[in-house]
């Protein structure tokens, strides 16, 4: 089993700038692609970016595009999404998601999941 475990969320100016860490454990990574979701209030779970742990392949949704870079720390088992420019609706839950081998933008194709890291966009 991976147990992941998101960080780095919080308040901060439209405009502004975050980097939230997913930690990952358990397994070995080598062979999963990680992914990135967020959920706002009365809203779907949405796909914002996924990358191959092993080869680096990344794949970011279209409205973050040019915004949000995911990228990823072998040493320290680490997947990181860098937010920048942020907009009010960037608001949500923003959730880690592990499973084997290629990613997908589908939710329910991820096997594991953290707890969720709260970002907040003021205007």
């Known amino acids: 089993q991976v147990q992941l475990v998101e960080s780095g969320g919080g308040l901060v100016q439209a405009g502004g700038s975050l980097r939230l860490s997913c930690a990952a454990s358990?397994?070995?990574?080598?062979?999963?692609?990680m992914g990135w979701f967020r959920q706002a209030p009365g809203q779907e779970r949405e796909f914002v970016a996924a990358?191959?742990?092993?080869?680096?392949?990344?794949s970011h949704a279209d409205y973050v595009k040019g915004r949000f870079t995911i990228s990823r720390d072998n040493a320290k088992n680490t997947v990181y999404l860098q937010m920048n420019t942020l907009k009010p609706e960037d608001t949500a839950v923003y959730y880690c998601?592990?499973?084997?081998?290629?990613?997908?933008?589908?939710?329910?194709?991820?096997?594991?999941w953290g707890r969720g890291t709260q970002v907040t966009v003021s205007s």
């Open positions: 998601a592990a499973r084997a081998y290629v990613y997908t933008q589908r939710a329910d194709e991820y096997d594991y």
């Open positions: 358990g397994r070995t990574l080598s062979s999963y692609a």
């Open positions: 990358i191959m742990w092993g080869g680096g392949i990344t």
